[in-house]
């Protein structure tokens, strides 16, 4: 089968396209015919080895923890029905030498969700890292069962940063479904149109803007939730917006160390919760699985038509331009094209 691999840190020219044996699925594993990979930042950091420095875990890895496809055969322990079943994929990757950029990957039964008849493939390559991550920040909030679902966030206000991005395009589709206000932050007139078309009942330019006072325009008594992607820069603006009581999910830092006024915080009595999609509490995490597989059967999740994120395709030869453009920051959804559906053995 053909494979991307990766043997040092590096930029995309450390991704190569080989040849490798077939793997074989083992006890409670599923082999899975990877049909399309998405390729996520969380996938180039790892790739640079700037998320954790350190030695390469494994002497060869593939890359990617998202993808959909087809289950072709299952190990020992394994319901032998899942055979043919449509699953998309997540945390390929995690702790694991073997990511979705690979014809066929085997991976325990439970990292491949069915995925119905009417969702695509795409979509099932798109949901995993960005609407998991976003299931998180979505149920932190002061009172939250921790769960996602009509009515679920009912009489929430919840402002989404980057609301054209693919974790904060699942928020706003996700909150939306669960019932919230949702106003949704953006930097251009483009984002702005992916935003309202994910269901934002608001969207604020932040570049043409003042933020503080369009949100309180539309939400006088402040937000709940804010699911924020820069801390640092939008500090004080989310001090600005935030209700009594009302919490901050930060999923992503890639710049300096947060700092804040504590008095500030305390009189608002503000909880910032930090989020790792990885790393999150195994009940919490399973919950978000059952959750988004919810919404994917609703509808509710979309990439690629006018209401979803736009595609990039690249062929599996094409790897390091995929990489590159979402590394460059493409609005968008970055996909690869990894094989044809073949009959399950």
């Avoid at 935030?242 to 999910?249: F, K």
């Amino acid at each position: 089968m053909r494979a991307c691999v990766y043997r040092r840190y590096g930029g995309p020219e450390v991704l190569e396209v080989v040849d490798r044996p077939m793997p074989v699925p083992g006890p409670g594993e599923v082999l899975v015919q990877v049909i399309v990979s998405g390729v996520n930042p969380t996938d180039w950091k790892t790739r640079r080895g700037s998320t954790v420095p350190r030695e390469l875990p494994f002497p060869e890895m593939v890359p990617q923890q998202d993808g959909a496809g087809v289950v072709v055969d299952v190990g020992d322990g394994c319901d032998p029905a899942r055979s043919g079943e449509r699953v998309w994929l997540w945390e390929c990757a995690w702790h694991r030498a073997d990511g979705a950029a690979q014809e066929f990957v085997a991976l325990a039964g439970s990292h491949a969700v069915n995925l119905p008849d009417s969702a695509s493939f795409d979509l099932g390559a798109s949901v995993g890292i960005p609407a998991l991550t976003a299931h998180r920040c979505l149920t932190v909030g002061v009172g939250s069962t921790g769960r996602l679902g009509p009515g679920a966030l009912s009489g929430a206000r919840v402002l989404v940063a980057g609301g054209a991005g693919a974790v904060g395009h699942a928020a706003v589709e996700l909150a939306r479904w669960s019932g919230a206000l949702v106003i949704a932050t953006v930097s251009s007139t483009e984002k702005e149109a992916l935003a309202e078309a994910a269901g934002a009942h608001a969207v604020v330019n932040y570049r043409t803007e003042d933020v503080v006072s369009k949100v309180r325009d539309f939400a006088p008594q402040g937000v709940n939730l804010i699911v924020e992607v820069d801390s640092v820069t939008n500090a004080e603006i989310d001090r600005g917006i935030l209700a009594p009581n009302g919490t901050v999910a930060v999923y992503a830092s890639d710049g300096p160390d947060l700092l804040m006024p504590v008095r500030g915080a305390m009189t608002l009595n503000a909880r910032y919760q930090f989020i790792l999609v990885y790393t999150v509490p195994g009940a919490a995490k399973s919950a978000a699985v059952e959750d988004v597989a919810a919404a994917i059967s609703d509808g509710a999740l979309r990439v690629g038509d006018a209401a979803g994120l736009p595609l990039h395709r690249f062929p599996l030869e094409a790897i390091r331009e995929a990489h590159a453009a979402v590394e460059n920051g493409v609005t968008g959804k970055v996909l690869v094209d990894i094989s044809e559906p073949v009959a399950p053995s």
